[in-house]
């Protein structure tokens, strides 16, 4: 594994398998993977190559059986679980490709409510929530709820919430899987805006070439191996 200069997040090793019927299926087999500072980055593969796997693994979402995860040189799986909880929140933003908004809650309320877990002053958590949302160019959607939005607004505003708190970090798996050719064109426009604008180092996971073609590095998995540089 090659470490870039300022080396943030990284998997040394990781090995993943999930349980199907009486026998385990490894997804992960050995992977390592060193993101830095300002990394703009794609991980490219087809559908059950172990992407979402190692995505979930660097967000800190699930576990490796054997290997570990560092951010800034903690090892992810050694932290106790509220302080895993207050790191992922800080640091470790994620957009999922079905968006998982909460229906009850409108746009601003959703974008919100990671800066009110982080127990930010209401005030302040709206008028950041605004803003981004603004950013996003849904600033006149404030008060709408996720089955008045298109899918596109939706996944606008699953970046607005994932950036709430300002991580430097951002993981987007398969983030313009459910939207059209052209609304997910926008989406990777945002994206790469956003990791010029704000120095993140930005990760996405994506089977799509185009997408891929967008980071300035490509990373390939391939049966839970990487093949591409890492």
Avoid: C, W
């Avoid at 926008?186 to 704000?198: K, N, S, T, W």
């Amino acid at each position: 594994m090659t470490e870039p200069a300022a080396l943030l997040l990284a998997a040394h090793g990781v090995r993943r398998s999930y349980r199907l019927g009486r026998r385990d299926v490894p997804v992960l087999a050995g992977v390592s993977v060193a993101l830095g500072a300002g990394d703009f980055v794609a991980l490219r593969g087809a559908s059950g190559a172990g992407k979402s796997t190692l995505l979930h693994l660097l967000g800190g979402l699930d576990a490796p059986d054997a290997g570990h995860v560092t951010f800034r040189g903690e090892t992810l799986s050694r932290l106790p679980p509220a302080r895993l909880a207050r790191l992922r929140n800080a640091n470790l933003g994620f957009v999922f490709q079905a968006y998982h908004l909460l229906p009850e809650l409108d746009a601003l309320e959703n974008v919100a409510l990671p800066a009110r877990m982080a127990r930010r002053p209401a005030a302040e958590a709206a008028a950041e929530a605004r803003r981004l949302l603004g950013r996003v160019g849904l600033g006149d959607r404030l008060d709408h709820r996720p089955a008045e939005l298109s899918g596109g607004e939706q996944q606008r505003v699953a970046i607005a919430r994932a950036l709430v708190n300002r991580p430097p970090v951002l993981l987007a798996d398969e983030p313009t899987g459910n939207l059209d050719s052209r609304t997910g064109e926008g989406i990777l426009d945002l994206l790469a805006g956003l990791h010029a604008e704000a120095g993140l180092t930005l990760v996405i996971a994506t089977h799509d070439a185009r997408v891929a073609a967008r980071a300035r590095r490509v990373l390939v998995l391939e049966d839970g191996r990487l093949t591409g540089p890492a």
